[in-house]
């Protein structure tokens, strides 16, 4: 009983964990600043009255 609420408990933990370990707002590549926060984007693109960009791609 015990190592299945030590197994339950760690397993809670790491889900926890996975979930706060978002990616983040924004990454530099080759120059250019990538927002992969989407209302963060928007908003940024309707500021400098710009076009956006969008990738859908799984985050592993």
Same mark, same amino acid.
């Given at each position: 009983?015990?190592?299945?609420?030590?197994?339950? =408990? =760690?397993?809670?933990?790491?889900?926890?964990?996975?979930? =706060?370990? +978002?990616?983040?707002?924004?990454?530099?590549?080759?120059?250019?600043?990538?927002?992969?926060?989407?209302?963060? +984007? @928007?908003?940024?693109?309707?500021?400098?009255?710009?076009? @956006?960009?969008?990738?859908?791609?799984?985050?592993?």
């Amino acid at each position: 009983m015990k190592r299945l609420a030590i197994t339950t =408990l =760690l397993g809670l933990a790491a889900v926890v964990a996975f979930a =706060l370990s +978002g990616p983040p707002e924004t990454v530099q590549a080759s120059g250019v600043e990538w927002i992969t926060d989407y209302k963060a +984007g @928007i908003s940024k693109a309707r500021e400098e009255n710009k076009p @956006i960009f969008l990738e859908f791609r799984c985050v592993p």
